[in-house]
């Protein structure tokens, strides 16, 4: 369930600009999950094999999860403009396709057949994570427009955090930041009154960006599945797609026009983003990897003294033997 948060004072206007990467962490995470469960849900609605009934909740779901991803872009450009009001109703939007995904997910629980119960499964757990999301999102949001001033999330300490918990929260942040690029440059690939050599940089840039995405969700799968060499294997496209893509982002900043300036500004400062993420993302990956690399000492067997005296009786006996046969003879 989605908590509603009380108001109170505003926080000086300082504490608003150092909050500024949280709240864009927060509303990042929110695509992000969305963005999962537009994924699992597409491998049950594309399987013509399953029921109508089955594929049409998925289908549901899918769509849901593509029109929360977009509500979680679109009010971040609302924000940066300064449009609260709008902000505001996109939140109050936000809010309810998030209540609306509930229903059909856990439906799709129930209905799934074996054979999909791990997508299904997935989905139910990502609808959960989303609803913590947005809660921390809300209460972030009040306080950074100034409005109202809520109680801060509590965050887990980076050092109470698991390897894998930690390489989840950067991989997260790297497909939130390709899905942004991939947003900004669309605007720019998809105007036709610009040119075609603008429209084409900015297309592969928009491409690179989705192949960047699909890399670094694959990625979690290889962790999740201590498949190490597919993720050794997969950290290296990642990161060959963000160096290939440098390349062309800093080309569309020479080329577009004004008109466009601030989509391509966007691009810009994501690209750089996403190196450093991705920097940080590479060496927790290789901990990861040297961890499991690492040969695993070899259990001894438990030490069994003979007991004393073995080797002397069964010499004593054999003695005893030879002089038996010796006296009979």
């Not at 109703?89 to 998030?98: G, P, R």
């Not at 690492?294 to 073995?310: D, K, L, Q, R, W």
Request: charged share 30%; aromatic share 4%; hydrophobic share 35%.
């Amino acid at each position: 369930m989605i908590a509603l948060c009380a108001p109170a004072s505003s926080h000086p206007d300082e504490e608003l600009q150092a909050m500024s990467g949280e709240f864009l962490d927060a509303r990042n995470e929110i695509r992000v999950i969305a963005q999962n469960i537009h994924d699992e849900s597409g491998h049950i609605a594309d399987d013509e094999a399953l029921p109508d009934n089955v594929r049409d909740v998925a289908e549901e779901v899918h769509q849901l999860g593509h029109r929360i991803d977009r509500s979680a872009h679109d009010i971040r450009h609302d924000i940066d403009n300064g449009e609260y009001d709008s902000a505001k109703a996109e939140l109050d939007h936000l809010k309810a396709l998030i209540v609306e995904i509930s229903g059909p997910a856990h439906d799709l629980e129930d209905m799934a057949p074996e054979s999909h119960k791990h997508h299904a499964d997935q989905i139910h757990h990502d609808v959960h994570d989303l609803q913590r999301a947005f809660q921390s999102f809300e209460t972030l949001f009040y306080a950074y427009v100034g409005d109202h001033e809520f109680a801060e999330p509590v965050h887990a300490d980076k050092d109470d955090m698991s390897i894998n918990e930690r390489l989840l929260e950067l991989r997260n942040n790297i497909r939130a930041i390709a899905q942004n690029i991939h947003d900004e440059s669309e605007h720019i690939a998809d105007d036709e009154t610009l040119s075609d050599d603008v429209r084409d940089v900015a297309e592969e840039v928009h491409q690179l960006a989705h192949r960047i995405d699909r890399s670094a969700h694959d990625i979690r799968h290889y962790i999740d599945d201590d498949k190490q060499d597919e993720a050794r294997a997969e950290l290296a496209t990642l990161k060959a797609l963000i160096v290939e893509m440098n390349g062309p982002a800093h080309d569309l900043e020479d080329i577009v026009p004004e008109s466009h300036k601030h989509h391509e500004g966007q691009i810009h400062h994501d690209i750089h983003d996403l190196q450093s993420t991705f920097q940080s993302f590479e060496a927790l990956l290789n901990e990861w990897l040297d961890t499991k690399d690492e040969p695993v000492a070899p259990v001894e067997e438990p030490h069994t003294e003979s007991t004393p005296g073995f080797e002397l009786i069964f010499a004593v006996a054999g003695l005893l033997t030879v002089a038996f046969l010796t006296r009979r003879k």
